[in-house]
């Protein structure tokens, strides 16, 4: 990990809600997989505060891409502050040959990277787009990638082929909605597949995080086994059968 | 340099830069980031008797040069903690410093404790804002009984200035100024008014004045704390009376200012044996001015260097 | 809207937004540039018995998101003041609440002559921080005994959770909630460190707290103060409890939000009597949404819409 | 007075510490003399939290020249909120053929408006540049202008003869130095002239203001009369014989 200056060399609009961020990175910051990602401070001003986290997308000789929401605004030639990369790299298993990728009312982004080097070894990659996220601009998603859109979770069609099909499965959703569309997502999967094994079913936790660091311990999740461990150094991704949704999930209606 | 000495020991704070509980981790978590041996020593995030969850919905609220946030101030609990840090403290190259917080009943198992672990180089207690002047008293005095390692009690800011005396009346060593206060913000992930502690530069002019106001009253020492975020605002606590700064959010904010500031106050062993203030240490790797001000200001005539034009 | 009636009149506040103490002057000089009529209130600059001069040097010190302003409060004595304003006051077409400072006694004498002048509405009393909840309630009652004037006691940060009991025993008909603290800070244009109030953003998350805190508690109205620069920062204050708010330094930054924010509670009347919450209130001509979040939030489950993509 | 939107049409770097921007305002906003300002805001969020003051120099058919100092940065097409006309126009008086300006350790930009008007009408004009003020670039400055320069007030050449023979005197120098420059000043004229009579010399008062308004008090001059005026609303020029200097100097000097 890594504090350093980068400097955005090109902004390109996706969509009306998506633009493309080149940065200009030294190499240590260039060593990264899908699903990790950094902290980026665009200000000399404290106001925000936190940091932006920062998806790449994209790697290239010298320089990576990143996905902002439009509604962040920057310049080209602007300097910023980055602190990665952070985070695990999605756990993608060599064998999963099939794919399975879930946006829920989120954009796909977090998946381009790893949906690389998935198409890269010619896996098969599904990827659902749900409520908003079919808004996500479809020339921006890699040819290869079989797109299915829903407007709600109920009505994506084949939902239980898809789901019994993977070898592996991904879902992003943003919090609050992460814990209940991750907890029905694995009951599906229990009910579909009788069995839900371990690295099959992951889901992505995107609490804000000040630090990305470990320290702070605002970005906690909390597992099957007792333990709360920081998504910014132990996720973004988690496998499903290991976190305590079920209790978390009780404990946020409560609070 | 700051000494503060008890029967048992000496904690050495040499700069007196610490990071403070709550942003630096258990253990030197940043170490992977900045070279935490810059610093005079390090105050672990909170640690309580008993294990404490992390608040569900970790609650963190944007503000304006600022943000709210609940954790809940998770941690396993004395035992547990030591058992799982007690190799990395050992190992720290700067001094270890456990926050605790609990009941004074809690407070004084967790000091009898520690109290006969060589690894930690002080005691800093949490005192909880709703406490009164007699029940600080009585609090501090009850962990004072069961360890002689130097004790830090860190004042909430509302109420700093009627605790500080009591504090110190109880036996604690040093006081830090100022833990910061609670707020309510709407969480924008759940839409509702949500409590929690407030952090952002601010702080700073809310707890350089009470460092003012307590300094000239106090035999011990004061630790400023809150909103440092430049050297210069470590100067404005040391000029108010502060003999040593601890940092905390400015780490998520500009990590490299922590070992700027550090190293700002690392220097001038010698002006500071001719008697020098503190503000008046030699100045090392320290960054450019604090912040440009609304009208172009010159420094004051004794000082004379107008603007650029 | 939000009435207040004492024995002789009835403060009638519509909508429940209020010019407070300090940046709108004295008798509607904000009128130059937007229509003060749209508010419910005005409270004057603070007004003392005798005249008080401007601080020297003024200081203002810009801090982040924020500033440091000492004035000195200066004003020519509440004799010379009315004078000088009661034809603007008489003419103003919205309530006008004088913000009184002084001694006991100079606050009895300032009241005495001020229930005797028909243009004005109210008075507000600026509490110390300095005093005691029993010097307080003394104060207010001395007051009080003086006029039937609506009477708002407004009460320092840092001790309004201590005196809030005390002020409404006195004889307060509502509380103003809160004066903001005071700073220390480096002024840029003297070079040294220099006291006054601190003002900013940041203020209102300290403050809504502690409306929360106080507004189950307390048979009087309390009017929410400090931070509020968006209609949003207003209904958080009123779905902590407060009856209505007073807006001040927000007037300097965007003067055009004053208004926003008395039309986002202007209309309504109906929701309320069916007993709907002040924040249920129709918002009219309201801007757009407080602020960008960090990370990209959509509302809470049960409003669900999600974020643009 | 008006809060409107203006956009920055073009930014001229004039100098290493000094840029005009040409602001497209609307037609009230262009109603302005010499002596007048703005007070500007240019971010989205509250840092910084209170306004810069803001100098026009020139008026151009559809847009106003501002100056500012380098260190702050601005973008062409960007858009700031602007409050003003704000002040008196200083008090020039049409009989007034010979000029005398100081600028005392600050640019001299804020006589820039009001020289226009006065050499328009053939009166000559001198500016004195004190210290850092010399670094002010000279070809900014009118060609019909004299120009001066010192390093320090003492060594000013011929400052006798400038005093005494000015019809009239404007000076500005930023605080804290506007009270100890204005009171030698004050009384050099007293020496040089005997009397100094009134709307002869004038200094121009820019402390800090949060409102502009008159409304704050943050901004007061004290008079010799007692009163206290805000230096926003009644200034930024005042007669030095009507302001209580040596009360204040007294006064700032104890604080
Ligand atoms: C001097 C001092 C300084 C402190 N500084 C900080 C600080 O900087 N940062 C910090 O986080 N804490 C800080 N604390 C601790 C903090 O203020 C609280 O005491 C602590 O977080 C536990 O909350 P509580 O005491 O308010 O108890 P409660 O609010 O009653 O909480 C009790 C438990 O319930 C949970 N909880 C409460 N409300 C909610 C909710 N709405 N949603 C979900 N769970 C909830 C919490 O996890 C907590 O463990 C400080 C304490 C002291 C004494
Ligand atoms: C609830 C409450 C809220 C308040 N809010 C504000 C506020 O928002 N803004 C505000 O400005 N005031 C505010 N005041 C008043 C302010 O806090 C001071 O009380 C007031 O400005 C006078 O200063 P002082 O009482 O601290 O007295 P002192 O600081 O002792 O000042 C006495 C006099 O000396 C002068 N003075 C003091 N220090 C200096 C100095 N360093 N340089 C030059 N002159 C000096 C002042 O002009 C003052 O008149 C508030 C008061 C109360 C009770
Ligand atoms: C996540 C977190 C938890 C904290 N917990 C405590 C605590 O329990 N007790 C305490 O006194 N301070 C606690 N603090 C406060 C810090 O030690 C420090 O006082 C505060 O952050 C102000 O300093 P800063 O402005 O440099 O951040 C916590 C801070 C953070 C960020
Ligand atoms: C110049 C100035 C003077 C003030 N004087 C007083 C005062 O004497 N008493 C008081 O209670 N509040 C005083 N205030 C505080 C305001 O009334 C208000 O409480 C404060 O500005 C917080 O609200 P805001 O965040 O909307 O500005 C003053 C404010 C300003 C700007
Ligand atoms: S963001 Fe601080 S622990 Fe994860
Ligand atoms: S700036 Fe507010 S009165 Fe002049």
């Known amino acids: ?255 | 340099m700051l000494e503060i000495t008890t029967g048992k020991m000496t904690l050495r704070l040499s700069p007196p830069v610490m990071g403070a509980s709550g942003a630096f981790g258990f253990a030197g978590e940043y170490g992977k980031l900045i070279d935490l041996s810059t610093l005079g020593a390090l105050v672990t995030n909170p640690i309580s008797l008993r294990a404490r969850r992390a608040a569900t919905g970790a609650r963190v609220v944007p503000l304006d040069s600022g943000v709210l946030i609940h954790t809940g101030l998770p941690n396993g609990g004395i035992y547990k903690m030591h058992r799982q840090y007690a190799a990395k403290w050992r190992a720290s190259p700067i001094p270890v410093i456990v926050h605790l917080i609990g009941t004074p009943e809690d407070l004084a198992e967790c000091a009898a404790f520690l109290d006969q672990q060589a690894e930690i180089a002080a005691i800093e207690l949490g005192i909880n804002d709703a406490l009164t002047a007699r029940e600080v008293r009585a609090m501090v005095a009850r962990v004072r009984a069961q360890t002689q390692l130097p004790l830090l009690a860190k004042l909430p800011l509302y109420q700093a200035v009627n605790l500080a005396a009591a504090a110190a009346d109880g036996g604690a060593n040093a006081l830090v100024i100022a833990a910061p206060p609670r707020g309510t913000a709407r969480d924008p992930l759940s839409g509702q008014l949500v409590g929690g502690r407030v952090y952002g530069p601010w702080l700073k002019p809310l707890a350089v004045r009470i460092v003012g106001q307590l300094a000239p009253r106090l035999s011990i020492p004061i630790i400023g704390c809150g909103g440092i975020h430049h050297p210069d605002d470590a100067r404005d606590f040391f000029e108010a009376g502060a003999r040593a700064v601890q940092l905390d959010s400015v780490v998520w904010a500009r990590p490299e200012m922590v070992i700027a500031i550090a190293k700002a106050f690392s220097g001038g062993e010698l002006t500071r044996a001719a008697g020098a203030l503190a503000d008046e240490w030699r100045p090392l790797g320290e960054p450019a001015e604090r912040r440009t001000t609304l009208i172009p200001a010159p420094p004051p005539p004794h000082v004379p260097s107008p603007p650029e034009i």
Chains 1, 4 share one sequence.
Not at chain 1, 222 to 233: K, M
């Open chain 1, 1 to 255: 990990m890594h504090q350093r200056q980068a400097v955005i060399e090109r902004i390109r609009r996706v969509s009306a809600g998506v633009q493309r961020l080149e940065l200009a990175v030294e190499p240590p910051q260039r060593a990264l997989s899908g699903g990790q990602f950094f902290l980026a401070r665009t200000t000399a001003t404290y106001d925000p505060y936190l940091r932006e986290a920062w998806l790449p997308v994209a790697l290239n000789d010298k320089t990576i891409v990143v996905e902002r929401p439009t509604r962040y605004q920057y310049l080209p030639n602007q300097v910023v502050d980055l602190l990665g990369p952070l985070g695990k790299p999605f756990p993608l298993r060599n064998s999963a040959r099939a794919l399975l990728l879930i946006a829920y009312e989120a954009a796909p982004s977090i998946f381009l990277l790893m949906l690389q080097s998935a198409l890269a070894r010619n896996s098969a990659a599904t990827l659902v787009l749900i409520g908003q996220a079919q808004q996500y601009p479809l020339e921006a998603l890699p040819s290869a990638l079989e797109v299915i859109r829903a407007e709600h979770y109920e009505t994506w069609a084949e939902r239980a082929q898809h789901i019994a099909w993977a070898d592996q499965i991904f879902a992003v959703a943003p919090p609050p909605y992460d814990l209940p569309a991750y907890m029905r997502l694995l009951e599906d999967a229990q009910r579909v597949r009788h069995a839900v094994s371990a690295e099959l079913l992951y889901g992505i936790f995107q609490p804000p995080m000040p630090c990305g660091i470990g320290a702070c311990q605002a970005c906690l999740v909390r597992l099957q086994n007792g333990d709360e461990v920081p998504a910014c150094t132990e996720g973004m991704a988690f496998d499903l059968t290991r976190v305590n949704l079920l209790q978390s999930l009780a404990d946020s209606a409560g609070a």
